[in-house]
C-alpha cells in the first residue's frame, strides 16, 4: 500500500514519487491549496494538494484529523521560505496527485498534539488514542530497542530463552498471589507466577545451564506508588558460576544496553555492604548522585538530658543519627524546615530535630536551635568533631527506633537532594551485597529479606542458632536510588532449603505440600546455581527519564490496578461461575457502615 514512510521523506527523496499511509496530523486550508500533514510512526511529512488534482484535491477539503489517508504525489523542495529546520522533513514536501480515504475518525476526545495536558485517567481510557502521540511512541520504541540489545547480549553470552509457565503454583517473592480458579479441578486454583524463580532454578536442575526469559510476573501488592501488578522482568539464570560472575556479566549486559540504546558510559560500579547502605544513606537503594551521608551520633547521646535523643540512644533497637546539608542555613527558610518535619512524618518520624551552625567557634551562641539547650557544650563540640561541621551549615536529626529514623532520614536525605538539586553526576550505579537472610517482622517472625531460596553465606547449624546474624549471598543492582534488579545464589541443597523453610515458620508438611516438587529437585543432582532478574519497566523508566512507571507501558494498570480501558477486571456471568464452582459472597460492611 506505500512505498515509504512518511517521516522518513528527506532531500535525496526529491522528484521521486511516492506513496504513503498515515493519519492526518494537521490539515489547513491556505487559500485554495490544501496542507495535509500526514503522520506515521516515522514521523511527520507535509502533503500540498492543489486544484490541479481535481477530485483529489476535493476529497482533500474533506479529510479531517485523525483520519486515515493513502496519498501518492511526488517530493519536491520546499521554497526556502518555508522550510521548516524544526522537523527532520521540513526541507520536503509532497506535492499529492492522489488521495484515498481508508478510514475517517470522529473528533478525538482529547488533542493529540504531546503538549496538551490530559487528565491520566483520559488518557487510560483511549489509551490506543494516548499510544499515537509523539511521546509515546518514542518510549515504546526505546523499549523494543533495550529488549532487543538485552536478547542480542545474552544470546551472546550462550543464554537460552526458555518460557516458563503462567498457570502455576504460588511462587513467592513476599506478595499476594493472583489467583486463577480451575474449572477442571473442582475448588482448586493457580497462582500467577510472582516470578519465574523456581521453574528457572529446574531448568538449572535439567542441565540448561543459562537461562533468560523477558518475563511477565504478577503480584498483587497494596497499592504503592508506581508499581504495576503485572510487570515484566529480565529474568536470568546461570549454572556453576560465582557471585562475582553473575554481577560481572549482568553489569557488562547493564553497559552494554546503556551505550547502544542511549550511549552512555556507566562508570564504576561501586560495592556497598547492606550495612554500610542502611548506615550511611538510610537506604539499600542508595541515591549515590546526591553527597549526603547519615552520620551515626547515638553514642554522644545517651547521657544528655532529652528524652528524645537519650531513649533511642540508650535503646539497642533504637538508632540517632544526624544528616548534615552543607551551607543548609541559607538554603533553607523555616517553611522548608516545617515542611521537611511533614515529610519525615510520613515514615513515622514524630519530629525533626535540626541546629543551624551559625559561628562553630563559639559553642554558647553559635549554634541555633530549639534543642541545642538541651547538649552540654563537650556534647555540642564533639557532634561539630563527628559532622566536619562549618558555619553556615544545617544539621538534622533523627532519634527513634531504628527503623523509622534510617526510612525517615533516608528518604529526607534524597528529597533534599532532589529540592537542592545537589546531584552531583548523572548516572551513579552501584551493587548492593551482604544482605541479612531474614528480617524480623513485628510479631517477632522471620520473613526473608529476598526469597526463601536465596543461599546463606553460613552452615545450616550456623544458620538455625542465628537467624538474625545469617547473611546472604545476594546482590542487587541500585541505579540512582533505584533498584534495578536484585539477585542471589540459590540453595542448592535440600537440608539447607528445609532449615530456610524452618525458620520461616514452614513445617514439614507445608513444606511437601507447596514445594515438595523443589525438595525432590535438589535431591537429584541439582548444580550450584544463581541469578538475578531487572525491573525491565523500571529500568526503561530510568533509561527516559519518564516520571511514571505506567508511561513505558503500552496498556498498564491504574494505581487501583484496574484497566479502564477494557473496564478489567469484570464481572462473569452466572454460568461461568457455576461451572468453576464459585458462590460469590457480598462483602460484609464494616461494624460503622451498618
Ligand atoms: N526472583 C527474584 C525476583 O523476582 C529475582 C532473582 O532472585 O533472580 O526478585
Given at each position: 500500500m506505500r512505498s515509504d514512510y512518511c517521516g522518513t521523506l528527506r532531500a535525496e527523496h526529491i522528484d521521486q514519487e511516492v506513496t504513503l499511509c498515515g493519519w492526518v496530523d494537521r490539515r489547513r486550508d491556505h487559500g485554495g491549496v490544501i496542507f495535509i500533514d500526514l503522520r506515521d510512526r516515522e514521523g511527520i511529512v507535509q502533503v500540498v494538494f492543489d486544484p490541479d488534482a481535481g477530485d483529489h484535491f476535493h476529497l482533500a477539503d474533506r479529510v479531517r484529523g485523525e483520519y486515515v489517508l493513502q496519498v501518492t504525489g511526488k517530493v519536491r523542495a520546499r521554497d526556502a521560505a518555508t522550510v521548516n529546520p524544526n522537523m527532520a522533513t521540513g526541507e520536503v514536501e509532497v506535492y499529492g496527485t492522489a488521495l484515498l480515504i481508508l478510514n475517517e475518525a470522529e473528533t478525538t476526545p482529547f488533542p493529540l498534539d504531546s503538549h496538551a495536558s490530559v487528565g491520566e485517567d483520559v488518557r487510560l481510557k483511549y489509551r490506543y488514542l494516548d499510544l499515537r502521540r509523539h511521546d509515546m511512541q518514542a518510549g515504546l520504541r526505546f523499549r523494543s530497542k533495550v529488549t532487543s540489545a538485552v536478547r542480542n547480549y545474552?544470546?551472546?553470552?550462550?543464554?537460552?530463552?526458555?518460557?516458563?509457565?503462567?498457570?502455576?503454583?504460588?511462587?513467592?517473592?513476599?506478595?499476594?498471589?493472583?489467583?486463577?480458579?480451575?474449572?477442571?479441578?473442582?475448588?482448586?486454583?493457580?497462582?500467577?507466577?510472582?516470578?519465574?524463580?523456581?521453574?528457572?532454578?529446574?531448568?538449572?536442575?535439567?542441565?540448561?545451564?543459562?537461562?533468560?526469559?523477558?518475563?511477565?510476573?504478577?503480584?498483587?501488592?497494596?497499592?504503592?506508588?508506581?508499581?504495576?501488578?503485572?510487570?515484566?522482568?529480565?529474568?536470568?539464570?546461570a549454572s556453576f558460576m560465582s557471585e562475582e560472575q553473575i554481577m560481572g556479566v549482568t553489569e557488562d549486559m547493564i553497559r552494554q544496553v546503556f551505550k547502544q540504546a542511549k550511549d552512555v558510559n556507566l562508570g564504576e560500579f561501586p560495592r556497598m555492604t547492606y550495612a554500610d547502605a542502611i548506615a550511611q544513606y538510610g537506604s539499600d537503594k542508595p541515591d549515590l548522585r546526591i553527597p549526603l551521608t547519615l552520620v551515626d551520633v547515638k553514642d554522644l547521646m545517651t547521657e544528655v538530658d532529652f528524652k528524645v535523643f537519650s531513649g533511642p540512644a540508650k535503646d539497642p533497637k533504637g538508632r540517632v543519627t544526624a544528616l548534615k546539608v552543607p551551607g543548609g542555613n541559607d538554603k533553607l527558610t523555616r517553611k522548608q524546615i516545617d515542611d521537611y518535619t511533614k515529610f519525615v512524618g510520613i515514615y513515622g518520624a514524630k519530629g525533626l530535630a535540626y541546629i543551624k551552625v551559625n559561628d562553630k567557634s563559639d559553642l554558647e551562641e553559635g549554634l541555633q536551635s530549639p534543642i541545642v539547650k538541651f547538649l552540654p557544650n563537650d556534647v555540642r563540640a564533639a557532634l561539630l568533631e563527628r559532622l566536619q561541621a562549618e558555619n553556615g551549615d544545617l544539621i538534622f536529626f533523627g532519634a527513634d527506633k531504628?527503623?523509622?529514623?534510617?526510612?525517615?532520614?533516608?528518604?529526607?536525605?534524597?528529597?533534599?537532594?532532589?529540592?537542592?538539586?545537589?546531584?552531583?553526576?548523572?548516572?551513579?550505579?552501584?551493587?548492593?551485597?551482604?544482605?541479612?537472610?531474614?528480617?524480623?517482622?513485628?510479631?517477632?517472625?522471620?520473613?526473608?529479606?529476598?526469597?526463601?531460596?536465596?543461599?546463606?553465606?553460613?552452615?545450616?547449624?550456623?544458620?538455625?542458632?542465628?537467624?538474625?546474624?545469617?547473611?546472604?549471598?545476594?546482590?542487587?543492582?541500585?541505579?540512582?536510588?533505584?533498584?534495578?534488579?536484585?539477585?542471589?545464589?540459590?540453595?542448592?541443597?535440600?537440608?539447607?532449603?528445609?532449615?530456610?523453610?524452618?525458620?520461616?515458620?514452614?513445617?514439614?508438611?507445608?513444606?511437601?505440600?507447596?514445594?515438595?516438587?523443589?525438595?525432590?529437585?535438589?535431591?537429584?543432582?541439582?548444580?550450584?546455581?544463581?541469578?538475578?532478574?531487572?525491573?525491565?519497566?523500571?529500568?526503561?523508566?530510568?533509561?527516559?527519564?519518564?516520571?511514571?512507571?505506567?508511561?513505558?507501558?503500552?496498556?498498564?494498570?491504574?494505581?487501583?490496578?484496574?484497566?479502564?480501558?477494557?473496564?478489567?477486571?469484570?464481572?462473569?456471568?452466572?454460568?461461568?461461575?457455576?461451572?468453576?464452582?464459585?458462590?460469590?459472597?457480598?462483602?460484609?460492611?464494616?461494624?460503622?457502615?451498618?
Open positions: 545474552l544470546d551472546g553470552q550462550g543464554f537460552l530463552d526458555i518460557e516458563t509457565p503462567i498457570l502455576t503454583r504460588a511462587t513467592p517473592e513476599g506478595a499476594r498471589d493472583y489467583l486463577v480458579p480451575s474449572r477442571t479441578h473442582e475448588n482448586k486454583f493457580f497462582a500467577l507466577p510472582q516470578s519465574p524463580q523456581l521453574f528457572k532454578q529446574l531448568l538449572m536442575v535439567s542441565g540448561f545451564d543459562r537461562y533468560y526469559q523477558i518475563a511477565k510476573c504478577f503480584r498483587d501488592e497494596d497499592l504503592r506508588a508506581d508499581r504495576q501488578p503485572e510487570f515484566t522482568q529480565i529474568d536470568i539464570e531504628a527503623k523509622v529514623v534510617t526510612e525517615a532520614l533516608g528518604a529526607l536525605r534524597c528529597k533534599l537532594g532532589a529540592d537542592l538539586d545537589l546531584y552531583t553526576q548523572e548516572w551513579a550505579p552501584l551493587w548492593v551485597v551482604d544482605f541479612p537472610m531474614f528480617e524480623e517482622d513485628s510479631d517477632g517472625e522471620w520473613n526473608s529479606l529476598h526469597h526463601p531460596f536465596t543461599a546463606p553465606s553460613c552452615t545450616v547449624e550456623e544458620l538455625e542458632a542465628d537467624p538474625g546474624q545469617a547473611l546472604s549471598r545476594a546482590y542487587d543492582m541500585v541505579l540512582n536510588g533505584t533498584e534495578l534488579g536484585g539477585g542471589s545464589i540459590r540453595i542448592h541443597n535440600q537440608a539447607m532449603q528445609q532449615a530456610v523453610f524452618r525458620v520461616l515458620g514452614i513445617e514439614e508438611d507445608e513444606q511437601r505440600e507447596k514445594f515438595g516438587f523443589l525438595l525432590d529437585a535438589l535431591k537429584y543432582g541439582a548444580p550450584p546455581h544463581g541469578g538475578l532478574a531487572f525491573g525491565l519497566d523500571r529500568l526503561i523508566m530510568l533509561m527516559v527519564g519518564a516520571s511514571s512507571i505506567r508511561d513505558v507501558i503500552a496498556f498498564p494498570k491504574t494505581q487501583s490496578a484496574a484497566c479502564v480501558m477494557t473496564d478489567a477486571p469484570g464481572g462473569v456471568d452466572e454460568q461461568q461461575l457455576k461451572e468453576l464452582n464459585i458462590r460469590l459472597r457480598k462483602k460484609e460492611k464494616p461494624a460503622s457502615e451498618s
